[in-house]
């Protein structure tokens, strides 16, 4: 990261702290302290993790209440592990940074800006900066957005944010008459202050008869002059009640890849899907669904069917049960699998517990296999903005037949 960046940052968290001083402000902050157990597969060891998130909002910084700050990070510490940066392993302490940003509120409702590292998306695609963010709204039925700044590039143990790696785009959209949104949008990702991405995306939607709605994106890659992604799909709500609906989509995908990466040179095939689904809400305590995909991969095809259960009994008050089944036929083999779980809740305690078992019949394989996983959980309300909880699980596959794993945390606010 070059030194304008820290400056940045340095300054915005000196800002947002401000706001103690002013008694009008409104601070607050929930933050996550969590120990990680699991077992490395790639050095066969038990090793475990400490974590602490910070998550902070403050509002009301001046008087018109147009300034508010908002931020979130992570300090993490890993034991058992010898140093291998490869692998994701080291014995530093780590600090990471989410998001921190300043924001302004434009009067009347027109807008905002936005000066931090924060999170961007747009129909063309998604990323974090150090930047800034503009937005302004009713500008007739239009609103416009534009962001632009230094990518942030994290990866698994450093954070890879340097001079020449920008990220910047645009979006324009608005509600042409009833029931309509349009939205036109696009990205360009610089490296090392080369273009290695440049997108364009296009968004659709339209409500009829407040029951019928039709929606469909669209992904076009400049650099690579191909279409990325397209999805096309209605959702239909025949019954006043809108206890049944109908869902009916269309995806297609083409990988495509930063200029700058090794990925540009591997051979990629276009992906399709076909998906019906059917959601049925019995009652309040039960629900239905089912789905059918067909799914092709530029020649190999597969067909893919689930049903499944959401229920919560009036005769147990706090029960809480879901279930399903999964059933592929087709490339690249035949799997039939199965999720249960259950929760429930008394007084300030939560209790849950799961389990998934999937048999696998690879076309590349002449002998079958399957994987099962167990787990149980729960957790326990203190006080209000206090809550301990707890998840230990399981999973028996083909390559470990014993990967227990777990995460304990406490999660306070105020």
């Known amino acids: 990261m070059t030194g304008r960046v820290p400056l940045l940052v340095i300054w915005l968290l000196l800002l947002s702290f401000a706001p103690a001083l002013a008694p009008a402000a409104e601070f607050k902050a929930q933050t996550s302290t969590q120990y990680l157990w699991y077992k490395d597969p790639f050095q066969d060891r038990n090793e475990s ?62 807008g905002s800006v936005r000066l931090g590292r924060q999170f961007v998306a747009v129909g063309a695609g998604a990323g974090t900066i150090d930047g800034a963010r503009v937005e302004v709204r009713n500008l007739g039925p239009a609103t416009i957005s534009v962001f632009g700044g230094y990518e942030v590039r994290f990866a698994e143990t450093t954070d890879r944010t340097k001079s020449g790696n920008y990220l910047t785009g645009a979006s324009a959209g608005g509600s042409l008459f009833a029931g309509n949104n349009l939205e036109l949008s696009y990205l360009r990702k610089y490296g090392d202050s080369d273009v290695v ?51 009916a989509e269309y995806y297609a995908s083409y990988p495509t890849f930063d200029a700058d990466t090794i990925y540009t040179v591997f051979a990629v095939t276009r992906y399709q899907e076909l998906v019906g689904r059917v959601d049925w809400i019995v009652n309040p305590g039960l629900t239905l669904y089912g789905s059918y995909t067909r799914a092709d991969y530029d020649g190999p095809n597969a067909d893919v069917g689930t049903i499944g259960i959401r229920a919560r009994p009036k005769r147990v008050a ?91 945390s406490v999660e306070m606010g105020f």
């Open 49 to 110: 993790d400490v974590l602490q998130y910070l998550k902070f909002s403050a509002t009301k910084i001046d008087s018109a209440g147009r300034f508010s700050a908002f931020g979130y990070g992570r300090v993490s510490r890993q034991f058992g592990s010898d140093e291998n940066i490869a692998l994701g392993n080291t014995d530093d302490i780590l600090g990471r940074l989410y998001f921190l940003y300043l924001n302004y509120a434009i009067p009347a409702d027109r």
């Open 197 to 247: 991405r440049e997108m364009a995306g296009v968004h659709v939607d339209q409500t009829a008869f407040g029951k019928i709605k039709g929606y469909a994106d669209l992904r076009y890659d400049l650099v690579h002059e191909a279409y990325s992604e397209f999805l096309a799909g209605f959702k239909a709500f025949p019954f006043e009640s809108r206890m049944i609906t109908f869902t």
């Open 318 to 408: 706090g029960l809480g049960i879901n279930a399903s089944v999964d059933v592929r036929r087709g490339y690249p083999g035949k799997l039939t699998g199965g999720r249960l779980s259950a929760d429930y809740a008394y007084k300030k305690a939560l209790l849950a517990a799961g389990a998934a078992y999937d048999n696998f019949q690879r076309d590349s394989l002449t002998d079958g296999f399957n994987a099962k996983k167990y787990w149980i959980g729960g957790s326990y309300e203190f006080r209000k903005n206090l809550i301990a909880r707890l998840r230990i699980e399981d999973a028996v596959t083909r390559l470990f037949p014993n990967e227990v794993q777990g995460r304990a």
